[in-house]
Structure formats: C-alpha cells, structure tokens
C-alpha cells in the first residue's frame, strides 16, 4: 500500500490520482516494484540480468498510456535502473515517466535512470518526464537520467522534460539517433534556485535522409544555482535541425549554454540559437500597473516563460 506522501508525489510527477492512472502501470517505490498492471496491447517485465523493466508495445496500437513512475521516500537511498522500451511499428502511445525524491534526512538521496528506447518505423511516442524533491533534511535530492532513442523510417518522438523544484543535483543525457524521414522534438524545462546545480547533455543525430529535429530548452536560474546546456546536433545525410535554447537568470545565479551543431553532408540543414538575460524591467511594470505586487508579476512571467 502506498502512503499519503508517495500518494502525493504520484500526482506531481505522473498526475496519478490516489496512485491510479488508465492503461499500463508500473510503481517503483525505493528500489522496489509497488504495483505493476498490463493493458491490452501493452505488457511490463522486469528483466532478468538487471534491475529494470522492458515495455513492449505491439504493432499499430493506438491511444494507450504507460505510466513509470519512481518514489524514492528512503533517506540515504541510492537507485539505479535499466528501462528498455520496444515500440512496434504503426504505434501511437504516450509515456509518462517521472522521479520524485521526498529526503528528510541528513544523507544524499540519489536516482539514475537509464531508458532505452526503440521506435519502430512509423509509430508516434510521446514521452514526458518529470523530476521533483522535496523534504526538509540536509542530504541532497540528485537524478540523473539518460535517456536513449533509436528512431526507424517514419517515426516520430516527443520527448517533454521537466525539473520544477527541489532537485538539488542533476546531469542529464539524452541521445537520439533519427533514421530516414523521422523526427524528435525535445522540449526541456526547468527551474532551479538556492544552490542547486543542473547539467543537460544531449546529442541528436540525423543519419537519415529526411530526419528532422528541434531542440527547444527553457530555464529559469535564481540564487546562487547553476546551469550548463551542452546540445549538440549532427547531420550526416540531408536533413533538418534547429536548437534554441532560452534562459532567465536571476540574484547570484550563472547559466552557460554551448549549442553545437556539425553538418557532415552538402544537404544538411542546422541552426542553433542561444540567449541568457534577466527579466525586462517593462515587463514587471507593465504587470505591476495592472494591480500585481512586484513578487506577483515576476512569478507571472516565470510561469508564462516555462509553460
């Protein structure tokens, strides 16, 4: 039975109510498996070699969840798994995975996640991932997911990440390999402050003819935290890339971003954007004229900016 604080961050990592949600389920509380249901096209094991999960969706399925979220409510607890996903061609799914660390104690409290994914041609994957702590002990609240794609002829991913609150330490990586006319969207958010610390990593690589990608990364520094983005996109055949990558900063905070982008073929076309600034001072009058305290208007941007 789950209790009311993993019950709580269910809901803000996988917008499972009382721990319920339609379609496949797997519940992984502090290193162990807490619940498990198939659907009807869709069926959840754990493997045999590792500590992990494979999720195998069969060909054509349409209109079905996955929900794998992580718990971790054990002080001290270190975690790592291995989730390999197998979507079969024509598919149209949506999986939402999340981590969400409650740490009141004075040790590190750590998940590494490592999922695999293989999109077969033409299936569509929507796949959103949320990381959040909470807990009033001094030990540290640290994920560090990699996350992995491998995109046949056809198909298409959708990839949301976010990082909202009370992580203190983060290094994410995320690779994709994109076939013949396949495509990933990576839309990447987060917030951090005090003295946290947040790292993305992430190579996307266009080998197909007519791949396609756009990297769209918002974020949002305050205190004396820290950000580093490093994307990187390739093209080895024509193709199409775009990466913007978009942040605030704020109080003692720094932010660095290094987009790259590296055409290996006549026909491959890539951009890159980056831009880091403060909150314009005409936005927070604006706000503030229309009745809103300086504190109201700044949030207000804030939560249009990473929307």
Same mark, same amino acid.
């Given at each position: 039975?789950?209790?009311?604080?993993?019950?709580?961050?269910?809901?803000?990592?996988?917008?499972?109510?009382?721990?319920?949600?339609?379609?496949?389920?797997?519940?992984?509380?502090?290193?162990?498996?807490?619940?498990?249901?198939?659907?009807?096209?869709?069926?959840?094991?754990?493997?045999?070699?590792?500590?992990? #999960?494979?999720?195998?969706?069969?060909?054509?399925? *349409?209109?079905?969840?996955?929900?794998?979220?992580?718990?971790?409510?054990?002080?001290?607890?270190?975690?790592?798994?291995?989730?390999?996903?197998?979507?079969?061609?024509?598919?149209?799914?949506?999986?939402?995975?999340?981590?969400?660390?409650?740490?009141?104690?004075?040790?590190?409290?750590?998940?590494?996640? #490592?999922?695999?994914?293989?999109?077969? *041609?033409?299936?569509?994957?929507?796949?959103?991932?949320?990381?959040?702590?909470?807990?009033?002990?001094?030990?540290?609240?640290?994920?560090?997911? $990699?996350?992995?794609?491998? &995109?046949?002829?056809?198909?298409?991913?959708?990839?949301?990440?976010?990082?909202?609150?009370?992580?203190?330490?983060?290094?994410?990586?995320?690779?994709?390999?994109?076939?013949?006319?396949?495509? #990933?969207?990576?839309?990447?958010?987060?917030?951090?402050?005090?003295?946290?610390?947040?790292?993305?990593?992430?190579?996307?690589? &266009?080998?197909? $003819?007519?791949?396609?990608?756009?990297?769209?990364?918002?974020?949002?520094?305050?205190?004396?935290?820290?950000?580093?983005?490093?994307?990187?996109?390739?093209?080895?055949?024509?193709?199409?890339?775009?990466?913007?990558?978009?942040?605030?900063?704020?109080?003692?905070?720094?932010?660095?971003?290094?987009?790259?982008?590296?055409?290996?073929?006549?026909?491959?076309?890539?951009?890159?954007?980056?831009?880091?600034?403060?909150?314009?001072?005409?936005?927070?009058?604006? &706000?503030?004229?229309?009745?809103?305290?300086?504190?109201?208007?700044?949030? *207000?941007? &804030?939560?249009?900016?990473?929307?």
């Amino acid at each position: 039975m789950l209790n009311d604080i993993q019950k709580h961050i269910l809901e803000v990592v996988a917008g499972m109510k009382d721990g319920q949600a339609e379609g496949a389920v797997n519940i992984r509380s502090d290193g162990k498996k807490a619940f498990r249901s198939n659907s009807a096209h869709i069926t959840i094991e754990s493997k045999t070699d590792k500590d992990g #999960i494979d999720v195998r969706v069969e060909p054509f399925t *349409k209109g079905e969840q996955v929900h794998i979220p992580v718990v971790l409510t054990e002080g001290g607890f270190q975690d790592k798994v291995y989730n390999d996903f197998f979507i079969g061609e024509g598919a149209d799914v949506t999986i939402v995975a999340g981590c969400g660390i409650h740490n009141c104690s004075s040790c590190d409290s750590e998940h590494d996640g #490592i999922h695999t994914f293989y999109v077969g *041609k033409n299936a569509r994957v929507v796949y959103t991932e949320t990381h959040y702590g909470e807990g009033e002990g001094g030990g540290k609240r640290i994920l560090n997911p $990699e996350t992995v794609f491998y &995109l046949e002829e056809g198909a298409h991913v959708t990839l949301e990440t976010t990082q909202i609150k009370g992580v203190d330490d983060t290094k994410r990586y995320t690779k994709a390999v994109v076939g013949k006319n396949a495509e #990933i969207i990576v839309q990447e958010k987060l917030l951090t402050h005090g003295s946290q610390y947040a790292e993305s990593e992430m190579d996307v690589i &266009l080998d197909g $003819e007519g791949s396609r990608t756009r990297v769209i990364s918002r974020s949002v520094a305050q205190d004396d935290s820290e950000q580093v983005f490093y994307p990187r996109v390739q093209g080895n055949a024509p193709c199409f890339g775009h990466v913007s990558c978009d942040s605030i900063i704020m109080g003692s905070s720094k932010v660095r971003s290094i987009p790259e982008i590296a055409c290996n073929h006549v026909d491959a076309s890539l951009i890159h954007e980056a831009a880091i600034g403060k909150i314009a001072g005409d936005q927070l009058l604006k &706000l503030m004229t229309l009745g809103l305290t300086a504190e109201e208007a700044e949030e *207000k941007i &804030l939560e249009g900016f990473l929307r």
